[in-house]
């Protein structure tokens, strides 16, 4: 049998961070909290790194290798996926599973772009 609670948990009004510094995202209306290692919260650096990722694999089709610095920022992000993905706090499955599709993404572009000239 449900049992309706109509009131609002106490947990969340009044809630004070310790010692971290809490910052929020100001990407649009989004006020997510960030985390740690990033600028904005871990849905709008997502959806940043995937537009730039098939910005580049889009390139790599008609053969035009990404120059150096698109190269050291793509292996950044490959850390970072791997960093967030280790992070405590990183609890929702839906994050999880986008990071552990971008590490996915940055293989096979890595894959690509070692083999130009497949089909
Ligand atoms: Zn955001």
């Keep these: 049998m449900l049992i309706h609670n109509t009131a609002a948990p106490a947990a969340e009004r009044g809630r004070v ?6 910052r929020v995202c100001r990407v649009g209306a989004c006020s997510a909290l960030i985390p740690l290692t990033l600028t904005v919260c ?6 940043e790194v995937f537009t ?3 910005a580049v694999q889009e390139r790599c089709r008609q ?3 990404p120059d150096s610095r698109t190269l050291s920022w793509l292996s950044r992000q490959g850390d970072l996926a791997v960093t967030l993905l280790s992070s405590v ?12 599709e971008l590490l996915l993404c940055l293989a096979n572009l890595h894959e690509s772009m070692r ?5």
Excluded: K, W
């Design 17 to 22: 961070a310790v010692s971290t510094q809490v």
């Design 42 to 47: 871990l849905t709008h650096y997502l959806d």
């Design 52 to 54: 730039r990722i098939s």
């Design 63 to 65: 053969r035009e290798m």
């Design 89 to 100: 706090g990183l609890n929702f499955s839906e994050d999880r599973a986008r990071l552990l």
């Design 115 to 119: 083999r130009p000239q497949s089909p």
